[in-house]
């Protein structure tokens, strides 16, 4: 072990302990980008809309949770949940009052109603919530750190990955094997079709944005307890950086963006890890990466089949 | 069973259809050909609601049409074959089956039915776990026919089965309708292969440029000499 941790030294510069410290904090970085990701790439497969205001509805959730525990003086597993449950209609009530109107106009008119809704969202939080930074709640049995060995570790470190992969598997559970997904995966292919089937296209469009929502309120969360500063601006970067994530595993494929959710979070951290002089361009790695992906794979690593048999 | 009325339907000012009537009784197969571009699927389009109207009315079982949601139609015993089949690629032929039931709950009769449809199309059998984008054009047919089937529909309406098949494929599809007929369904075949059609129709409708020029039974207009001279083509009669 030592002789290893020495070899491995000597190659990376880095001690064994460090490394994996940096490898935890880039899978639960990856984790919150997937989640977030998620509801980028189930929008575009259902809508193909990109929803600029999945991030800001990320930010409404921090708000929520937020409130739930200071002003309501819930305990914050209630708080949470609530919160989660309000995004989810949150993310309803953007699809009934902003996009559906528009479902059949072009896709720029559409598009450009999403950034509307982002820059309202930001901007109703900046009045009801003030512009200047609040602090999450902390949650102590969440945030603690616990000691291994040498080095000690948040065990929200390790909650994150665990919550996000619990929370995927019943995604794709919903998605591959209940009446609900099929539902979702017929008006994600031909939502004419699937309504003359006798699928209710809106109410389906209506869960999927719920989900998506729902799923980003979920990293939302996390989020807040790993970087417990929230402010009306917040969801823009995280929110960036997900979309970024989504369009490298390949835009509408929910394995695809876990996949660029997780190479973008490890990515990120790694480069900071092994070349501190460049952590001040951490958030132009994603970006980089971003046009990288577009000049060799445009349609992303899983890459949606773009001919079909007919 | 249905019955349509002075149907107008106009794209940005462009008549598509100009007022057509036309009545599909219980029981019986109704056809309606004609060459590309004279309102046929349109019409169809306008019975399932992915067209508004200008004018005129659609009447199923005594009631209007307009007022049903498109996802409500399936309940009401309407199915669709859509035109170039609209087969969701992704899922398998399995899942396509069962989307065709969405709407029921009786899992017991779904199952019967999903035998019964296997029975009918074999081929569909074999290859249910196969996704059906790549099953053949023929088997697409199949697959949507079986689909519609599935919702146990009263009336069902095809859209051009035999676009794009190779005439013994053809054969296999009409085969496949006549026998769906005999077991009691209502049909109501829109086609440009006015020769196979008509041959299998209890009614014909002729449409042109969005006018019904004709109506008669399959025999009547097989043998009519404009029919003949339109959409069969001498030949194909004198082989008969």
């Known amino acids: 072990m030592m002789n290893f941790n020495a070899v491995f030294m000597y190659l990376t510069g880095m001690d064994l302990g460090t490394f994996l410290q940096h490898l935890t904090n880039g899978i639960s970085l990856g984790s919150l980008y997937a989640l977030v990701a998620i509801g980028y790439t189930m929008v575009y497969g259902t809508l193909r809309l990109i929803n600029f205001a999945h991030g800001d509805v990320f930010m409404m959730t921090t708000y929520f949770a937020f409130y739930g525990v200071s002003t309501f003086m819930m305990p914050w597993y209630v708080s949470f949940i609530l919160a989660i449950i309000l995004t989810g209609a949150l993310g309803m009530l953007l699809e009934k009052w902003a996009y559906r109107p528009l479902r059949d106009a072009p896709k720029i008119s559409i598009m450009i109603s999403a950034i509307g809704a982002s820059f309202l969202l930001e901007n109703l939080a900046v009045v009801l919530f003030g512009g200047r930074p609040k602090a999450f709640p902390s949650v102590k049995i969440l945030t603690d750190s616990i000691q291994l060995g040498s080095v000690s570790i948040q065990k929200l470190t390790f909650v994150i990955p665990i919550v996000t992969v619990i929370f995927l598997v019943g995604l794709l559970y919903l998605i591959n094997h209940t009446k609900t997904g099929m539902a979702m995966r017929a008006v994600a292919k031909d939502y004419e079709t699937a309504g003359i089937m006798g699928v209710n296209v809106n109410l389906t469009i209506s869960q999927t944005f719920a989900i998506g929502s729902m799923l980003a309120a979920v990293g939302a969360i996390m989020w807040g307890l790993k970087f417990p500063q929230i402010a009306p601006l917040m969801g823009v970067m995280p929110g960036l950086k997900a979309f970024i994530a989504a369009v490298i595993g390949g835009i509408g494929n929910i394995k695809g963006a876990v996949i660029g959710g997780f190479i973008l979070g490890i990515g990120e951290i790694m480069i900071v890890g092994f070349l501190p002089s460049l952590s001040g361009y951490r958030d132009a790695f994603a970006f980089i990466f971003l046009i990288v992906i577009l000049l060799f794979k445009p349609t992303g690593i899983t890459g949606e089949k773009i001919a079909e048999k007919v | ?240």
């Open chain 2, 1 to 240: 069973m249905l019955k349509i009325e002075n149907l107008s339907v106009a794209y940005g000012g462009i008549e598509a259809l100009k007022g057509i009537s036309l009545e599909v009784e219980e029981g019986k197969i109704v056809t309606l050909v004609g060459a590309n571009g004279a309102g046929k699927s349109t019409m169809l389009r306008s019975i399932v609601g992915l067209v508004k109207p200008k004018a005129g009315s659609i009447t199923y079982q005594g009631k209007n049409l307009f007022a049903v949601k498109r996802h409500d139609l399936v309940k009401n015993g309407i199915a669709l074959v859509p035109e170039g089949r609209r087969v969701f690629p992704d899922m398998t032929v399995l899942e396509n089956l069962k989307i065709g039931a969405f709407t029921r709950k009786d899992h017991q009769e779904i199952k019967a039915d999903l035998e019964w449809i296997y029975t009918l199309f074999p081929r569909l059998k074999e290859r249910e776990w196969q996704a059906a984008g790549t099953l053949s054009g023929g088997e697409q047919q199949m697959l949507a026919v079986g689909r519609a089937l599935m919702s146990r529909p009263k009336l069902l309406m095809m859209d051009e089965p035999s676009l794009g098949l190779a005439p013994l494929i053809i054969k296999d599809i009409f085969n496949i309708i006549r026998k769906i007929h005999s077991q009691g369904m209502t049909i109501l075949l829109i086609e440009q292969n006015a020769n196979a059609a008509l041959h299998l129709a209890d009614v014909g409708y002729v449409i042109e440029t969005g006018r019904i020029t004709l109506k008669g039974t399959g025999k009547e207009l097989l043998d009519n000499e404009d029919v003949k001279k339109a959409y069969l083509g001498e030949s194909v009669v004198a082989k008969k």
